[in-house]
């Protein structure tokens, strides 16, 4: 079965740090560009980020340019793509999904040719 598993997501205080993880079951994600997008309730899915197969081309969404950063490890025992969550707001609270595309573009985002998604993982960020 080929599936994506996100997990890392939990609920914290507003400014605090969380570390998302997106890895793969029945293939590998390295020749993938990989993203990451969030659905909060009432609203519609938005992207976050992206990056390359590489890893040398990152995109971040203007709403979370300077707090968020994405990371890949493409090691065959890791083969896992982080998202980074630093100064973390209420506003960030949502459902985070990642994603395979084909590429990963600036300021385009991730260009995909399948809509397949994983179950998420929930950020809940509140006071």
């Known amino acids: 079965q080929v599936q994506l598993v996100e997990s890392g997501g939990g609920s914290v205080q507003p400014g605090e740090s969380l570390r998302l993880s997106c890895a793969s079951r029945?293939?590998?994600?390295?020749?993938?560009?990989i993203g990451w997008f969030r659905q909060a309730p009432g609203k519609e899915r938005e992207e976050v980020s992206c990056?390359?197969?590489?890893?040398?081309?990152?995109?971040?969404s203007d709403s979370v340019k300077g707090r968020f950063t994405i990371s890949r490890d493409n090691a065959k025992n890791k083969n896992t793509v982080y998202l980074q969550m630093n100064s973390l707001k209420p506003e960030d609270t949502a459902v985070y999904y990642c994603?395979?595309?084909?590429?990963?573009?600036?300021?385009?985002?991730?260009?995909?040719?399948?809509?397949?998604w994983g179950l998420g993982t929930q950020v809940t960020v509140s006071s």
């Open positions: 994603a395979t595309g084909y590429a990963c573009t600036v300021p385009g985002g991730l260009r995909r040719s399948l809509d397949a």
């Open positions: 029945g293939f590998s994600l390295d020749v993938f560009a």
């Open positions: 990056i390359s197969d590489s890893g040398n081309i990152i995109y971040l």
